[in-house]
């Protein structure tokens, strides 16, 4: 790895530190990063083959690596754009399918300038979804069914959440956020 994906990472790990586990937006993360089983993969291209291939190369490293409990796609190169990062995002689920991976692997979606749809763009729900680059994050299934069956009310993270950030604001939200690039 080199230095400039270092900082890349350490960024993406200071979104984690700070918000997904500090305010329990994940509840499952802070375990993860503990143990060291979440894998980092940067990417600086802007070519959208490529940016899929790295997807699947990823889907591969789960398969043969069951140390890694989840990897980060850190797209560092692409998709500055909120639409443009959806459209990738539809073709990405969409190759998931076509490669068979449904059912085994899941995505979830991070941007800078994430909004929930018919949201308004201040509303700092937004920031559930917001990190310092879009990224996606690719989950086993097989976690995912474990989570649901051990932790209570899983269905109600995402209310919660986002009564979370409303109840901080919008401007403790845009600061956290800031934080990360320091």
């Known amino acids: 790895m080199n230095l400039q994906d270092q900082h890349w990472i350490e960024t993406t790990q200071a979104w984690l530190k700070t918000i997904i586990i500090e305010y329990s937006i994940c509840p499952f993360a802070k375990r993860e990063m503990q143990r060291g089983s979440i894998f980092y993969a940067v990417s600086h291209e802007r070519k959208l083959k490529t940016c899929l291939q790295l997807l699947l190369q990823e889907c591969e490293r789960l398969n043969t690596d069951a140390n890694i409990e989840?990897?980060?796609l850190i797209y560092a190169g692409a998709f500055n754009l909120f639409d443009d990062y959806l459209d990738f995002l539809a073709m990405a689920e969409d190759l998931l399918i076509d490669e068979g991976y449904e059912g085994i692997y899941q995505l979830a979606s991070f941007h800078p300038d994430y909004n929930f749809n018919e949201s308004d763009g201040e509303d700092p729900a937004n920031y559930t979804n917001r990190s310092p680059y879009p990224m996606l994050?690719?989950?086993r299934e097989t976690s995912i069914d474990n989570a649901v069956n051990t932790y209570p009310d899983t269905d109600k993270i995402p209310e919660r959440n986002m009564t979370v950030t409303r109840q901080l604001g919008l401007?403790?939200?845009?600061?956290l956020l800031a934080a990360c690039y320091s």
């Open 70 to 72: 989840t990897s980060l």
């Open 137 to 139: 994050h690719l989950l």
């Open 171 to 175: 401007a403790k939200m845009q600061g």
